[in-house]
């Protein structure tokens, strides 16, 4: 999966969002009317699709797309 | 590990009551109408039942008593035992159950005590009294489940306020060697202390100068030290990671096939919580009945309030239910069985 496939498939977890919004260097949480269901949302991404526990310091850490990207790489190869 | 099979019990009957006040979702102006929208789609909750300064969890707890008994025809001075699930008991000291078993008018043999969990209480509270009666020495008991969870949060704190409603619950169960098996498997993980905590008011942190600070944590979040805190991400996380294969553990311990299962009743937590550990579950979404739509999440009497609003003709012929409560502590815990053919459900009771 590289990061393109992973923003299409984050797009969709956001009803509301037009695809193409999100880009590798938006931060996430710029997402229009960013909330802290949004969090919870991107969780349960993580969790259903790559079987990886993003934790609340994970979020904390990560700024845009590319990191939360980059941290659910790392979480599923270890 | 705590897998443990429980016979002879019988649950006879179940009533919950909850304040007639209504606030609704849709009125909390101190977010934006665009948060109030998501917040309902997403949380799951339009409105809540909210108890007036006179209403405590115990005053729903005791209406929720006398209709049971009257459906029962239980002569009060049968009952062996009470037990008081509550997070919000009417005073630190003496136990609620105890002011509850002389209000009740029950007898001074009755068995009281009160015991301090939230989400996970009903199904451990179920454990605990049906252990108490498993040995046949005692005959019925009843557990109450109730909280006021409202006085705990603060108005200008947007992760909690609009998320709870007031409720109390009365279960009775009794020793009966006809029952069929309550099967349980209750787990525990104080290493979550902090994700569900009013942090000031206990021995740890005794109310002090600062306890009613108000600070701003985040934007639309403000709270005291006396108030409710919620860490969102951490609690999200704890009921994907354990409550699904909790339930599969004690699936397996019963040897009941989850295809089986007629009715799952999750804890009221939060809609779409629940809606993602229904889907790692892999359970049909009718057969995991709601209320959190009309009441919000009411604490340990979720799981008999849902059962009381949503079950209570479907429950006429016995039924698979399968119970799950989690959150709080951590504690989770849940429980399998098939109803009883005489199972009484009594219509909810809203109390002004």
Same mark, same amino acid.
């Given at each position: 999966?590289?990061?393109?496939?992973?923003?299409?498939?984050?797009?969709?977890?956001?009803?509301?969002?037009?695809?193409?919004?999100?880009?590798?260097?938006?931060?996430?949480?710029?997402?229009?009317?960013?909330?802290?269901?949004?969090?919870?949302?991107?969780?349960?991404?993580?969790?259903?699709?790559?079987?990886?526990?993003?934790?609340?310091?994970?979020?904390?850490?990560?700024?845009?797309?590319?990191?939360?990207?980059?941290?659910?790489?790392?979480?599923?190869?270890? | 590990?705590?897998?443990?099979?429980?016979?002879?019990?019988?649950?006879?009957?179940?009533?919950?009551?909850?304040?007639?006040?209504?606030?609704?979702?849709?009125?909390?102006?101190?977010?934006?109408?665009?948060?109030?929208?998501?917040?309902?789609?997403?949380?799951?909750?339009?409105?809540?039942?909210?108890?007036?300064?006179?209403?405590?969890?115990?005053?729903?707890?005791?209406?929720?008593?006398?209709?049971?008994?009257?459906?029962?025809?239980?002569?009060? $001075? +049968?009952?062996?035992?009470?037990? &008081?699930?509550? *997070? %919000?008991?009417?005073?630190?000291?003496? @136990?609620?159950? /105890?002011?509850?078993?002389?209000?009740?008018?029950?007898?001074?043999?009755?068995?009281?005590?009160?015991?301090?969990?939230?989400?996970?209480?009903?199904?451990?509270?179920?454990?605990?009294?049906?252990?108490?009666?498993?040995?046949?020495?005692?005959?019925?008991?009843?557990?109450?489940?109730?909280?006021?969870?409202?006085?705990?949060?603060?108005?200008?704190?947007?992760?909690?306020?609009?998320?709870?409603?007031?409720?109390?619950?009365?279960?009775?169960?009794?020793?009966? $060697? +006809?029952?069929?098996?309550?099967? &349980?498997?209750? *787990? %525990?993980?104080?290493?979550?202390?902090? @994700?569900?905590? /009013?942090?000031?008011?206990?021995?740890?942190?005794?109310?002090?100068?600062?306890?009613?600070?108000?600070?701003?944590?985040?934007?639309?979040?403000?709270?005291?030290?006396?108030?409710?805190?919620?860490?969102?991400?951490?609690?999200?996380?704890?009921?994907?990671?354990?409550?699904?294969?909790?339930?599969?553990?004690?699936?397996?311990?019963?040897?009941?096939?989850?295809?089986?299962?007629?009715?799952?009743?999750?804890?009221?937590?939060?809609?779409?919580?629940?809606?993602?550990?229904?889907?790692?579950?892999?359970?049909?979404?009718?057969?995991?009945?709601?209320?959190?739509?009309?009441?919000?999440?009411?604490?340990?009497?979720?799981?008999?309030?849902?059962?009381?609003?949503?079950?209570?003709?479907?429950?006429?012929?016995?039924?698979?239910?399968?119970?799950?409560?989690?959150?709080?502590?951590?504690?989770?815990?849940?429980?399998?069985?098939?109803?009883?053919?005489?199972?009484?459900?009594?219509?909810?009771?809203?109390?002004?």
């Amino acid at each position: 999966m590289d990061i393109q496939e992973f923003i299409q498939r984050l797009e969709n977890e956001f009803e509301d969002l037009p695809k193409g919004t999100l880009k590798p260097d938006t931060n996430y949480r710029d997402i229009p009317n960013w909330s802290s269901m949004h969090a919870l949302i991107i969780i349960a991404f993580a969790d259903a699709q790559f079987n990886v526990e993003l934790t609340a310091s994970d979020l904390r850490n990560a700024n845009t797309i590319q990191d939360l990207y980059d941290v659910i790489k790392s979480k599923m190869q270890s | 590990m705590a897998l443990i099979k429980l016979q002879n019990i019988c649950i006879n009957a179940i009533s919950a009551a909850v304040p007639k006040q209504t606030f609704y979702t849709k009125d909390y102006t101190y977010i934006s109408e665009q948060e109030r929208l998501m917040f309902i789609k997403n949380v799951g909750i339009e409105q809540r039942r909210v108890a007036p300064f006179h209403i405590t969890a115990s005053d729903l707890c005791y209406h929720s008593t006398l209709k049971l008994l009257e459906e029962l025809n239980w002569e009060k $001075e +049968s009952i062996d035992a009470l037990i &008081f699930v509550t *997070q %919000s008991p009417d005073y630190f000291i003496p @136990a609620s159950s /105890i002011i509850l078993q002389h209000r009740l008018g029950l007898s001074k043999n009755t068995i009281a005590f009160d015991i301090n969990l939230g989400c996970s209480g009903y199904v451990y509270g179920l454990y605990v009294l049906g252990s108490l009666l498993q040995s046949g020495q005692i005959k019925r008991g009843i557990l109450l489940a109730g909280d006021k969870s409202t006085i705990s949060v603060c108005f200008k704190d947007k992760s909690t306020y609009p998320l709870f409603g007031d409720a109390g619950s009365a279960t009775a169960l009794s020793y009966d $060697e +006809s029952a069929s098996p309550i099967y &349980f498997h209750l *787990q %525990s993980d104080g290493s979550g202390e902090d @994700a569900i905590k /009013i942090p000031h008011g206990g021995s740890r942190y005794h109310i002090q100068p600062d306890t009613f600070d108000e600070v701003e944590i985040e934007p639309g979040i403000t709270r005291s030290k006396r108030h409710l805190q919620l860490l969102g991400a951490d609690i999200f996380n704890f009921a994907l990671r354990e409550v699904s294969p909790n339930v599969d553990k004690l699936l397996a311990f019963s040897g009941i096939d989850k295809e089986s299962i007629d009715y799952f009743v999750l804890h009221q937590a939060n809609f779409f919580m629940n809606e993602s550990v229904r889907k790692k579950m892999k359970i049909p979404a009718e057969k995991v009945p709601y209320s959190i739509q009309k009441f919000g999440n009411t604490s340990s009497a979720s799981i008999p309030l849902t059962i009381v609003t949503n079950l209570r003709e479907l429950l006429i012929s016995p039924k698979k239910l399968l119970l799950s409560g989690f959150g709080v502590g951590f504690s989770w815990a849940s429980c399998v069985f098939t109803t009883s053919p005489s199972l009484k459900i009594s219509e909810l009771i809203e109390i002004d």
